[in-house]
């Protein structure tokens, strides 16, 4: 039986990179102190370590062929692999899955005391069991809508698993912008807003005042900021759900905003008069392990 090509992508813990990697002295000295802004790092290193080497150690009993990934930042082509496997938490999965298509991908959250991991099916306890099914096409698995952004009619990605943020590039400055969904077209000013299939509905989305969305959901939700209205005036398209075929645009009224893409590390910057657009993709993300629904 010829041996499964396995891609893993593992995440670098905050320890490892701080500590083992760059030795800052900053960071030791807080370690030292047992302050409490590094009181977990140890730890929450230690964990993920273990779970690494349990995954590790059950793909080569498998013997399975595997690439691996250190840095989910990496961009890597798994078009020969069976399967793309990260570690970590949900940010390992996001960015493991801007260079997957068609390929499944299976999260093992590795740190879950320390780690979000909605995304994220395994961990260390229950890997034996689940891997093997994973590699066996045996675990259910949701086809996760992802996002296409495209700027002055150019795609710039297609492969948006959790949200995008619209803003102006400093913080503290009002987004300005001209937003259009169907009929209606309204002048905006707000603090951004936040756009992103169903998968990131439990997140930003959700904390701004969106709904949460079924995973298995094929709608966008878009969810303004902080919107200010003035003059008595009052916003239509102060959330929106935007079905599967339509868009949502957004027109700068900024000489300089950004847009960050499932993240802070992919970063999009646009002018005045650019036109932003965000419609549901073709390219849907095959998630093992997890359920349809989610409450």
């Given amino acids: 039986m010829t041996a499964p090509r396995i891609v893993l992508v593992a995440k670098r813990s905050l320890y490892g990179r701080y500590v083992e990697d760059e030795d800052d002295p900053r960071v030791r000295q807080l370690l030292r102190r047992r302050d409490r802004s590094v009181a977990h790092w140890r730890a929450a290193h230690d964990e993920h370590t273990r779970t690494l080497d349990a995954l590790v150690r059950e793909l080569d009993r498998l013997g399975a062929h595997v690439l691996r990934i250190h840095h989910p930042g990496v961009?890597?082509?798994?078009?020969d692999a069976v399967l793309v496997v990260t570690v970590g938490?949900?940010?390992?999965?996001?960015?493991?899955?801007?260079?997957?298509?068609?390929?499944?991908?299976?999260?093992?959250?590795?740190?879950?005391?320390?780690s979000v991991g909605s995304y994220c099916a395994a961990r260390r306890s229950t890997l034996k069991r689940m891997l093997p099914a994973a590699l066996e096409g045996k675990l259910s698995s949701v086809r996760l809508t992802r996002m296409r952004v495209a700027v002055n009619g150019r795609t710039r990605s297609r492969r948006i698993l959790n949200e995008a943020l619209y803003c102006h590039a400093s913080p503290a400055a009002t987004s300005r912008y001209i937003l259009s969904h169907g009929r209606i077209t309204e002048d905006h000013r707000s603090s951004g807003f936040w756009i992103g299939p169903a998968a990131g509905s439990g997140g930003a989305q959700r904390s701004a005042g969106g709904k949460l969305?079924?995973?298995?959901?094929?709608?966008?939700?878009c969810v303004v900021r902080e919107p200010y209205a003035a003059f008595g005036q009052s916003y239509r398209l102060r959330r929106v759900?935007?079905?599967?075929?339509?868009?949502?645009?957004?027109?700068?009224?900024?000489h300089d905003g950004r847009m960050f893409l499932d993240g802070p590390y992919k970063q999009l910057s646009f002018r005045l008069g650019d036109v932003a657009s965000f419609t549901?993709?073709?390219?849907?993300?095959?998630v093992l392990g997890l359920k349809q629904r989610r409450r």
């Fill in 213 to 221: 969305l079924p995973l298995d959901s094929s709608d966008l939700q």
């Fill in 75 to 79: 961009r890597f082509d798994p078009t």
């Fill in 89 to 114: 938490g949900d940010g390992t999965l996001l960015a493991a899955s801007h260079n997957v298509r068609s390929v499944p991908i299976f999260g093992v959250n590795s740190a879950p005391r320390f």
């Fill in 241 to 254: 759900v935007v079905k599967a075929g339509q868009e949502l645009t957004a027109k700068s009224k900024m």
């Fill in 280 to 286: 549901a993709d073709g390219q849907p993300l095959t």
